[in-house]
């Protein structure tokens, strides 16, 4: 008996028959393997079971191989489980790459959405992460946010240097729409831009540089409670301007110099074309001011010489004899109630007022009395007078005035 199944060994091919090494085929068995199987014209076939037959196999080895004859995959067991061998209707190779035409890729779900779904962390480590659109204007890149709660969550894009954040690009959500924002940045600088228009610039110095060249141009600056803005030192002949209705309007150059209307002017601090009016005083500490007319609105005062009379007069008017008076501004009146008797009235008059008259006739003189002629006549009662005779008489003549305030 044992020397027929040894002779049906040898008639199938065993031979080269060690303690440790088992050869089908011709040659030599390689030391390094248990069995070798040589053939130019036939392959190995390992065993066919069905699915069912498959699963029914109790306590499966690990490495044990299978051919699923219902589902046409190569299985083996892991220890744990069954794993089928990617089938190359699926999976291909071209060269050194794998590639699938055709089906949606799970890591981490067993229920991909999209052709690569990963459940999880997706890391690149020496290489990009690229998107090319072939045509169209459809590449995206989409965070979306499935959870149960409508607020306060945010999609962020992280930059990483090891384990430390260096950046972020994210979007926000709030309970109010209008809040809803996207932040970028860097640790201790953001800027965010709000669903209702509104945008903010955080930073411990609060400058947002400009730059042309890599060059330094000009800057809008937080200093504190201070807002500034303007040229850089290295822009040195760079001028700050502001414009409105497509035309430049204010100009201030290199050297502090300024121009409103116009360019400066060098040896001026300011140049305004147009007029210039201001409700407050005009004070020159040194130096002159030169303009080709002035118009006073009210006063002028110099304070730099003693006392507080104005310069030029309040009001001022040339009255005929009859009482007509050419008065300089409308809040000024004269009435002639009487013969020889004028009242000048005005806003704001005061004892301390100071009323010059001027009679146009030669051998007149007047007085000027605050108090008038009583309630119906209130203000300064001018009364010129005659030196012609023994005594001094009044008249009517033309005469001019003048008011000054102290």
Known sequence: MKQTIIAVLFATGFYNVGAQNVLIGSGSVNSKAMMEVRSTEKGMLIPRLSTTQRTAIPSPAAGLLVFDSTRNDLYGYDGSAWRYFLDNDFWRMSGADLYN????????????????HVNGTLRTSDGDLQF????????????????????GYIHSLNFYDGTVRRGFLQYAKFDDPLENRIDFGVPSTLF??????VSTFTAPDGTLQLQSGGVDKGFVQLAGNDLRMGTNSSNSDGRFIIRSGAADRFFVDGQGRVGIGSTPFSGYALNVQGALKGSGNL???????????VEIATEVNNTAKSGTANLVPVYYGRVTAAGACTCSSSGAAVSHPFYGNYVLSYPGMSSSDIVMVSINQIGYRAYATLGGLGA??????ITPVSDSYSGPSTADVDFSFMVFKQ
């Open 101 to 116: 035409l055709s089906d949606s890729i799970g890591i981490g779900t067993s229920s991909p959405d999209e052709k690569l």
């Open 132 to 151: 090319n659109e072939i045509s169209g204007t459809a590449s995206k890149l989409i965070s979306d946010y499935n959870g149960g709660g409508g607020n």
């Open 192 to 197: 965010s831009i709000q669903t209702d228009g």
């Open 283 to 293: 004070t020159a500490n040194s130096g002159n001011i030169t303009v080709s007319n």
């Open 376 to 381: 119906n006549y209130p203000g300064f009662l």
